[in-house]
């Protein structure tokens, strides 16, 4: 599967952003980014983002960086994963994110040579309820040489296995492309846009993901208020130190996780009154 053109395309840095959820659950999140997106469906229970910008350009943090914490700040008291798939010139590679728990994550160089850990293809398949044998056996595959398979086609390899649960990509985002043809492409085919729209409609979106996330039924009372400080202890240092790299991504990591403390203490305060 290795091509001129594949690798052509592949030494443009680009990402795609595969949520296991509808539209309209991963719309509330998506705002909270603060990055402009293309939202559109991709397959049964799936949607995908295509990010409009490319924060990476600028040097601070390399794509897989940016999307680890992209990824990230979507899963932080959702119900739902997502897989950050990205790719540059030299490497390619994927970020599964999903809730709280450590992230998971593989890379391959250029060429296809496997760069990571095959625990992580063993996490990456439990946590998204594939099938512990033949696609467990597909994702190992993309661990093994394959002269024949370059970064690209392990990236292409690993969507088809993601095929089997559901994912389906709109016709034309395929991994390996460089952003702004991935852009045009989620544009020209009707994805919905997805843009900061300030802190009014920023508070609405948090308190659907938060009412609509695994935490909606500790709202209120003790664990509400345990949860609460315990996401703000945890985001503030990491705000702190995506400031000091530079990175939006685990800045906005860092400030959802305080905003969704805070808007559930908050919360608590305001329900136990009632």
């Known amino acids: 599967m290795s091509s001129v053109s594949g690798a052509a395309s592949a030494s443009a840095p680009g990402a795609l952003l595969l949520c296991r959820a509808e539209p309209a659950a ?22 995908v983002l295509v990010p409009a910008t490319k924060p990476w350009r600028g040097g601070a943090d390399p794509v897989d960086q940016v999307l680890a914490g992209w990824a990230s700040a979507l899963a932080v008291g959702a119900s739902w994963p997502v897989v950050a ?5 030299d490497r390619a590679g994927y970020t599964l994110a999903s809730g709280f ?8 160089l250029a060429d ?24 467990l056996e597909e994702l190992d595959r993309l661990t093994r040489p394959d002269p024949a398979a370059d970064a690209r086609a392990r990236l292409l390899g690993l969507t088809a296995v993601l095929a089997r649960a559901g994912v389906a990509l709109p016709a034309g985002l395929s991994p390996g492309e460089p952003a702004d043809r991935l852009r045009a492409v ?12 300030g802190w009014r409609d920023a508070v609405r979106a948090e308190l659907d993901v938060v009412e609509g996330g695994v935490l909606g039924p500790w709202l209120v009372g003790p664990r509400a208020r345990a949860v609460g400080a315990a996401q703000v ?3 503030v240092p990491l705000v702190g130190w995506g400031l000091a790299r530079r990175s939006g991504g685990w800045v906005a990591a860092g400030a959802i996780l305080v905003a969704h403390g805070a808007l559930g203490l908050a919360y608590d305060r305001v329900r136990g009154r009632v």
């Open 26 to 47: 991963v719309r509330p999140a998506a705002h909270l980014l603060r990055e402009r997106m293309l939202l559109a469906p991709a397959g049964d229970g799936w949607s």
């Open 85 to 89: 798939l990205w790719w540059d010139g």
């Open 101 to 108: 728990r450590r992230t998971v994550g593989y890379v391959w």
């Open 112 to 135: 296809g040579t496997a760069a990571g850990e095959d625990e992580a293809m063993r996490t990456f398949a439990a946590r998204l309820g594939l099938d512990p044998v033949l696609d």
């Open 186 to 197: 989620a544009g020209a085919t009707g994805a919905e846009p997805v843009e900061w729209s």
């Open 233 to 235: 202890a945890a985001g």
